[in-house]
């Protein structure tokens, strides 16, 4: 088990493109969390799923951002019709029950130009 | 609409204990209290955690105070490789960041 992964790990893309990021959790991890961040910022929550259930999201995550985890294991974010503004880490953590530690993963630096 | 206050900035010297606090006030009973580290260019790694107890780990030591409305993280002595930005977390199903503290650490 090395840990969360996400891919990939780099993505340029030009405005108005669609970007999809995937994130493997630890094996049998049941919480999974997605957030974004931006130089000089603490992570931006913007969901979380309890195994196949997304049980939260904040408002970022309507319209052009949809997250999923199908059957529970790993889970994908997409942005539709990107914009500059979307341009930052996006952080992927998960952890085996609620309350415990979570594990982060090394993220996935999304550039729009 | 983080529900920590931490100072933005924080120093120390190396070898020498460093006390990061947190206030959290509006504290649930259900809520833990997490902290977070994330050096440069990587992913936050969680730090400790706790609920009501003071706790202590092989990384640092957790002081939560008896109304659970603040916390401190105490690193015994700091190193360089410290230097990071600490984030105190009350965690109640989701998982919210504040601004964090960043600790520079001097030789």
């Known amino acids: 088990d090395t840990g969360v992964s996400q891919n990939p790990r780099h993505k340029i893309t030009k405005r108005g493109q669609n970007v999809t990021f995937r994130c493997d959790p630890i094996?049998?991890?049941?919480?999974l969390y997605w957030y974004r961040q931006t130089l000089g910022q603490g992570p931006e929550f913007l969901t979380y799923f309890q195994n196949e259930a997304q049980l939260e999201k904040s408002r970022l995550l309507s319209d052009r951002f949809s997250a999923e985890r199908p059957k529970g294991s790993f889970s994908t974010l997409e942005i539709q019709r990107t914009e500059q503004g979307d341009s930052a880490m996006y952080l992927c953590?998960?952890?085996?029950?609620?309350?415990?530690?979570?594990?982060f993963g090394q993220g996935t630096r999304l550039t729009v130009v | 609409d983080a529900k920590t206050t931490q100072p933005n900035s924080m120093e120390s010297n190396e070898e020498e204990p460093v006390h990061l606090p947190c206030n959290h006030s509006?504290?649930?009973?259900?809520?833990?209290i997490h902290w977070y580290r994330q050096l440069p260019s990587q992913g936050p790694e969680y730090v400790i955690h706790g609920l009501t107890s003071n706790v202590n780990n092989r990384m640092a030591s957790l002081a939560i105070a008896e109304d659970r409305k603040s916390s401190t993280l105490i690193l015994h002595r700091a190193t360089l490789r410290d230097a990071a930005v600490y984030y105190c977390?009350?965690?109640?199903?989701?998982?919210?960041f504040g601004a964090g503290t960043r600790l520079t650490v001097k030789p």
């Open positions: 977390i009350l965690l109640d199903n989701d998982m919210r």
């Open positions: 094996s049998e991890h049941n919480r």
């Open positions: 509006t504290i649930s009973g259900t809520d833990y």
């Open positions: 953590a998960s952890s085996s029950r609620p309350y415990e530690e979570a594990f």
